[in-house]
C-alpha cells in the first residue's frame, strides 16, 4: 500500500491522550482482523496526537469498524471514525 492510497485505512479522531497502541488494536479487533496500528505523536514532546490509523484487512472489516466505533466513547471522549482519505503532499 502506498501513502497516496487509504485502501482500508481508518481515521480515529479524539483518542484519549493516554491511549496506546496495543489498546487501540485490540478495541478495533472486536471488528476484524487488523493489519497496523499508528498513532502519530508530537516531534517536540513526544506526546500523542490525539489521533490515528488503523488499517483493516478488508473493506467489510473496515465498515464494521466505522459501524461499531464511530461516536463509541472511550474514557469519556466519543470518537471519530471514518475511512481515511489519502495523504495530501507536503508543502515545504
Given at each position: 500500500?502506498t501513502m497516496e492510497d487509504?485502501?482500508?485505512r481508518l481515521f480515529v479522531?479524539?483518542?484519549?491522550?493516554?491511549?496506546?497502541?496495543?489498546?487501540?488494536?485490540?478495541?478495533?479487533?472486536?471488528?476484524?482482523?487488523?493489519?497496523?496500528?499508528?498513532?502519530?505523536?508530537?516531534?517536540?514532546?513526544?506526546?500523542?496526537?490525539?489521533?490515528?490509523?488503523?488499517?483493516?484487512?478488508?473493506?467489510?472489516?473496515?465498515?464494521?469498524?466505522?459501524?461499531?466505533?464511530?461516536?463509541?466513547?472511550?474514557?469519556?471522549?466519543?470518537?471519530?471514525?471514518?475511512?481515511?482519505?489519502?495523504?495530501?503532499?507536503?508543502?515545504?
Amino acid at each position: 500500500m502506498t501513502m497516496e492510497d487509504s485502501g482500508n485505512r481508518l481515521f480515529v479522531g479524539n483518542l484519549p491522550f493516554r491511549m496506546t497502541r496495543d489498546e487501540l488494536y485490540d478495541l478495533f479487533a472486536q471488528a476484524g482482523n487488523v493489519v497496523s496500528v499508528h498513532i502519530p505523536t508530537d516531534r517536540e514532546t513526544g506526546r500523542p496526537r490525539g489521533f490515528g490509523f488503523v488499517e483493516m484487512e478488508d473493506h467489510g472489516a473496515l465498515e464494521q469498524a466505522i459501524q461499531m466505533f464511530n461516536e463509541h466513547s472511550v474514557e469519556g471522549r466519543a470518537l471519530v471514525v471514518n475511512q481515511a482519505r489519502p495523504r495530501e503532499p507536503r508543502r515545504f
